[in-house]
């Protein structure tokens, strides 16, 4: 009988709330809840995608710059054609982006350590802005070559910026997914942008549809410097007193940075010999369209992206070496599999493997930050880029030279390379264990 009562009682009670929870649902959901539950949550993913103010600011810049240039920037060798520039100014074109990347890494390092990131990422937005409007209002292929040493500041300057603003703001368990989410945002224009940018030129024409473009990149970049006022300042003491000398500055290279840098050189010549080739590759040998080649470089930024979020969890909790080891195995893999693949389901799988080759970037870079921390970290990664990217522009050269004696060549010394630098990497790593 009184535990009839008691089930009776406690059925009542049952009833009783549910019909309080009909009148007002939003009671019964926070009886049941932590009122606190949803800000805990949103602060838990925060955490979890080390989502600081400074690093949303930073992300926030690379979509606004990255989706303006995007939509005109990879036509500019068409646009410079049309304007009558000749073979050799293009070419000059080209190696000038190569040869920026590697050159304004480093200033681009000192002026961070000096200033701070605010006013650095400020200063080399509005070069790049100042670029955007030089072509804009003086279309000879001139003023585009002059311009391109300002329109590529902040794709080139601003690389210590980003990576030093990350170990700056994130503990260094996080780093892996800060350079996760900075090289996923960095290729969402990537994937938009040429296809905007294409309609803009097949709609207007080329020479207004790119100034429409340009016109963009300037507002663009104008909301990145406001976006960039709100970054707050991490300057570490003692940067303004560090030496402005490259040799001092490679003098503080820690032996594992070194031994990363080596490594990463010898696995760049494997990516840097065929590159130019690729494309020959899949449309001359293979038989493919350019609209299929177009599939193929999709399919292999898609993989990438896939694969930043989880390597980077995985490798910034079980340690990175593991995972830099394996992104060196897909560049070296890569021109292998491209030279055995004839069909579209083996070059599907080659492009694949290529987009794998991120996998262990986000830990790469992450040692980077790591092994370069202190008061001038902008300095150390501005010079570990400068060596690595000059050593390797030769790269290109080299490949000619191969492709010369024959596709196999090239693509066999490619692999030779990325095996040699991938060896040398795991011996120097189990030596230091």
């Not at 070419?91 to 002026?111: H, M, N, Q």
């Not at 899949?282 to 399919?299: D, I, N």
């Not at 021109?335 to 493997?353: E, G």
């Not at 191969?402 to 040398?424: C, I």
Request: charged share 15%.
């Amino acid at each position: 009988m009184l535990l009839g009562r008691q089930l009776r009682a406690r059925t009542m009670k049952d009833s009783e709330r549910k019909r309080s929870a009909i009148r007002n649902p939003q009671s019964e959901i926070e009886g049941i809840r932590n009122p606190k539950s949803a800000i805990c949550n949103r602060q838990r993913l925060a955490e979890f995608f080390g989502l600081r103010a400074n690093i949303v600011a930073l992300l926030a810049t690379i979509i606004f710059i990255g989706s303006g240039e995007e939509l005109w920037i990879r036509f500019v060798p068409k646009y410079l054609e049309v304007l009558g520039a000749g073979t050799f100014v293009i070419g000059i074109y080209d190696g000038l982006k190569t040869l920026l990347g590697a050159v304004y890494a480093y200033p681009g390092g000192i002026l961070t350590d000096r200033w701070g990131h605010r006013k650095a990422l400020s200063f080399f937005t509005a070069l790049s802005i100042a670029g955007y409007l030089i072509v804009y209002a003086i279309p000879h292929w001139a003023a585009v070559l002059g311009a391109t040493f300002l329109f590529l500041a902040w794709a080139s300057f601003s690389l210590p910026a980003t990576f030093s603003l990350v170990g700056t703001n994130l503990a260094p368990e996080k780093y892996g997914m800060g350079i996760a989410l900075q090289s996923i945002i960095k290729r969402i224009p990537v994937l938009i942008g040429p296809v905007l940018g294409g309609i803009l030129i097949d709609r207007f024409g080329l020479h207004a549809g790119i100034r429409i473009g340009l016109l963009a990149s300037a507002v663009l970049g104008l909301i990145a410097m406001l976006v960039q006022s709100r970054i707050s300042e991490m300057q570490l003491p003692g940067a303004k007193d560090v030496p402005l000398r490259f040799r001092f500055a490679v003098g503080q290279f820690r032996p594992e940075l070194r031994r990363l840098l080596l490594s990463d050189i010898l696995v760049r010549f494997c990516e840097r010999i065929p590159a130019a080739w690729v494309v020959i590759m899949v449309m001359s040998r293979a038989g493919l369209s350019a609209r299929e080649f177009g599939y193929l470089t999709a399919l292999e930024v898609a993989v990438a992206m896939l694969c930043f979020i989880p390597a980077a969890y995985l490798s910034d909790r079980y340690g990175r070496e593991l995972f830099v080891i394996l992104t060196f195995v897909f560049f070296t893999l890569f021109p292998l599999a491209l030279l055995q693949a004839q069909t579209l389901s083996w070059l599907a799988l080659a492009f694949t493997i290529r987009g794998l080759k991120e996998f262990g970037e986000p830990a790469r870079k992450a040692l980077i930050i790591r092994y370069s921390s202190g008061s001038n970290q902008g300095q150390l990664i501005g010079a570990y880029y400068l060596i690595r990217d000059i050593t390797v522009t030769p790269g290109a050269l080299l490949g000619a030279w191969l492709w010369a004696a024959g596709p196999e060549v090239n693509f066999w010394g490619a692999f030779l390379f990325g095996l040699l630098g991938t060896a040398y990497y795991v011996v120097t790593v189990a030596r230091s264990d």
